[in-house]
């Protein structure tokens, strides 16, 4: 059975004759007798004890995610970011070396650096696409390297496979970052990864509402961070779940409706003529288009691009904009867009920007479910008022027509 249609009728143990999956929206469990409490409490017989740690909602959606990503367990956690600190919490030590991909989330950098820096757990940045650098930063003590594929807002790419060899080599946790691309577009596990990590309050809720995330791997990796869950209590919220739970029933499609979006705006994008440059894994020019090939089953509907001007200019384009809300999340039916340099990443230092490739004139744009028509024509007054203001460069822009 495909792995969508596994999820889709994935449902809760024992439910009754409810087609939606309930939402089991409980704190605490009621035991049959003393004898039950204390073997569950134990572990000496399954089933629910307290919602920090099992919960029936959280568990359907760790099940559906675990089958469309291909892992044989998932846990669900409060965030993406709690989902990382578990990560840490559980498998690193005082005096361990972490790898992580440059380009990676901001606050991801900054958790690690900041945060376990404290406990002694140093952590170093790698071109995300260049092996060599890869295998001449791994330390005796490396433990965990870090990726995301593709980075936001650049869009670079890891080759999964060579980080797998070389993490399996020095006996180190692959981490795979999954967020951008989802199970449906990726499954970093096929490729060698020990363990996928997601913010769920991107595609899976795909409308904006609830904040969460998960780690999918084998039973062996996933049964301490449920033991750490327990003692942390970084949980996720059933309510959050459930939503999420129904937000994977819808996924596939979803995706595969917002890269249809992205990809005809992306073809109008790259040859108007205020565009510098434009970064997106639909390129054929992409640096590193064969991994995409080999990897990618589809695209992220993120298109980030250079404006010609400066700061000044990216940010009249953002306020110029009627349609697309001017908003750094990404994953929502509502086409966002944003300026890394003075948001997502404005506490990088200016050479850190520098060498990302952070100007002030990038822009972010991630494509919603509106048609994208009318994305191309707010987009093209925008540019065309840009174009009127900065009437020196001599740049005209013709609307666009459908
Ligand atoms: C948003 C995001 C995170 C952080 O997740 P939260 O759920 O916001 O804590 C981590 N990684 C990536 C790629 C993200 O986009």
Request: with cysteine.
């Amino acid at each position: 059975m495909e792995h969508i249609t596994q999820a889709i009728h994935t449902d809760i143990a024992d439910a009754d004759d409810m087609h939606a999956e309930y939402l089991a929206l409980t704190s605490a469990y009621d035991f049959d007798s003393a004898e039950e409490a204390s073997a569950r409490f134990s572990g000496k017989q399954p089933g629910n004890v307290y919602s920090r740690f099992t919960n029936p909602s959280v568990e359907m959606f760790e099940r559906r995610l675990a089958a469309m990503e291909g892992g044989e367990s998932a846990v669900g956690v409060a965030s993406g970011m709690a989902a990382y600190l578990a990560i840490a919490m559980t498998f690193l030590k005082q005096g361990d070396h972490v790898l992580l991909a440059s380009g990676i989330f901001g606050t991801t950098t900054h958790l690690f650096r900041q945060y376990f820096g404290q406990f002694g757990i140093t952590a170093t940045s790698v071109q995300v696409d260049n092996m060599e650098a890869w295998e001449t930063e791994f330390r005796p003590n490396t433990k965990l390297i870090v990726v995301e594929s593709p980075t936001n807002p650049m869009m670079k790419v890891a080759d999964f496979s060579a980080l797998s060899r070389l993490a399996r080599r020095h006996d180190a946790l692959l981490v795979a970052d999954n967020t951008l691309l989802s199970p449906i577009f990726q499954k970093p596990l096929e490729l060698g990864a020990d363990i996928v990590l997601h913010s769920a309050g991107k595609w899976m809720d795909g409308q904006g509402r609830c904040v969460g995330g998960a780690l999918v791997g084998s039973h062996a990796l996933m049964q301490p961070l449920k033991a750490y869950l327990r003692s942390s209590g970084v949980c996720m919220s059933p309510f959050n779940a459930w939503v999420f739970s129904k937000g994977l029933e819808t996924l596939e499609a979803r995706l595969n409706w917002h890269q249809r979006g992205a990809e005809k705006i992306f073809n109008w994008l790259k040859s108007h003529e205020q565009i510098e440059s434009i970064y997106c894994t639909y390129d054929p020019a992409h640096p590193n288009a064969d991994v995409i090939k080999r990897q990618q089953s589809g695209h992220c509907p993120i298109i980030t691009f250079k404006i010609k001007g400066n700061q000044k200019t990216a940010w009249q384009f953002i306020n110029a904009l009627k349609i697309v809300s001017r908003c750094t999340n990404i994953g929502d039916a509502k086409s966002m867009i944003t300026h890394p340099a003075s948001t997502t990443h404005c506490r990088y230092t200016d050479e850190e920007k520098q060498r990302h490739g952070l100007s002030d004139n990038l822009l972010r744009i991630c494509v919603g479910l509106e048609d994208p028509f009318d994305i191309m024509d707010d987009m093209a007054q925008a540019f065309k008022l840009v174009g009127d203001v900065t009437a020196s460069s001599n740049l005209q822009s013709e609307c666009f027509s459908i």
